[in-house]
T-cell receptor
């Protein structure tokens, strides 16, 4: 069964550094998402991406965050200047077109900011 | 009021028991709902979609009550492997991008 893959599985970074989290969505999916989950808290929506542009973003997704689909297969999340509170699990998800189509999640990147 | 609300539990049940979880949602226009399962520090995995007519998949049954704005998940004949956190998800109709709104999750522990 096709799956969403994410790399790296764990990223440790000094505060203030830039990080790029990578995702390869399922190949025939059209919607792409990033979510995050701070330890012990619920999964929160960050951003959705469709047709090569951001279609919606949350309040969390401020100017420090950006997304890109550089080559038609990868989907990346960049955090420009990391803060301690960016420490979380980051999940990429993808879905086919359509409201009733469930999203498929990658196994996440654990981001630890020191 | 939270957009999607769940009892965090934990629900501790013996093997073989039947257990039910409810989830309430605040946006009456929400159209799509799902149950996901999350094991400790892992990704959410789709358990089942929730349809207006209700749906069943083996030991799992999901129901939607639009009038009262809640969805439910029933697990029959619980197995040790059912121990996990169960996440309720709603898609608000106002979202043109089908973003998920997650509940906090309900922890289930099935005891031998």
């Amino acid at each position: 069964e096709p799956e969403v893959t994410q790399t790296p599985s764990h990223q440790v970074t000094q505060m203030g550094q830039e990080v790029i989290l990578r995702c390869v969505p399922i190949s025939n999916h059209l919607y792409f998402y990033w979510y995050r989950q701070i330890l012990g808290q619920k999964v929160e929506f960050l951003v959705s991406f469709y047709n090569n542009e951001i279609s919606e973003k949350s309040e969390i997704f401020d100017d420090q965050f950006s997304v890109e689909r550089p080559d038609g297969s990868n989907f990346t999340l960049k955090i420009r200047s990391t803060k301690l509170e960016d420490s979380a699990m980051y999940f990429c998800a993808s879905s086919p077109l359509g409201q009733n189509q469930p999203q498929h999640f990658g196994d996440g990147t654990r981001l630890s900011i020191l | 009021r939270k957009e999607v609300e769940q009892d965090p539990g934990p629900f501790n049940v013996p093997e073989g028991a039947t257990v039910a979880f409810n989830c309430t949602y605040s946006n009456s226009a929400s159209q799509s709902f799902f149950w996901y399962r999350q094991d400790c520090r892992k990704e959410p995995k789709l358990l089942m979609s929730v349809y207006s007519s209700g749906n069943e998949d083996g030991r799992f049954t999901a129901q939607l009550n639009r009038a009262s704005q809640y969805i439910s998940l029933l697990i029959r004949d619980s197995k040790l492997s059912d121990s996990a956190t169960y996440l309720c998800v709603a898609i608000p109709t106002t979202s043109g991008t089908y973003k998920y709104i997650f509940g906090t999750g309900t922890r289930l522990k099935v005891l031998a």
